[in-house]
């Protein structure tokens, strides 16, 4: 004989179908689940939660052991933010002199 006769090899291959088809199945189960939106938000999220809390730490860390350049870094920023208001306390205000107009005849409502 040339080898296990036809219905052992039937019955072997339809185990190793049935082995791979539970496989395949399992693999798609944990495949779904990885990529269902809720759970790749809720990953990043998490993900998004952990690495601002480290950044967090390393910035309050930095700063303690340089609160001059905190310090120096906070006084340009909030001159910047009131750059505007600052440089009007410095412009010269308009001199107007009684019966003067600003405008040319014919342009305006005061004509």
Known sequence: ??????SLRLATAEAEAAAARARLNATLGRLQVRLNPRTLALQAAREI???SGAAAQASLNTAVRNPG??????AVAGLFLARHRIAALFRRKPKHKPGHRDHEPGLGPQD
């Not at 004989?1 to 036809?6: K, Q, V």
């Open 1 to 6: 004989m040339s080898g296990p006769e036809p």
């Open 49 to 51: 939660t952990d690495k």
């Open 69 to 74: 350049a905190v310090a120096g870094a906070t």
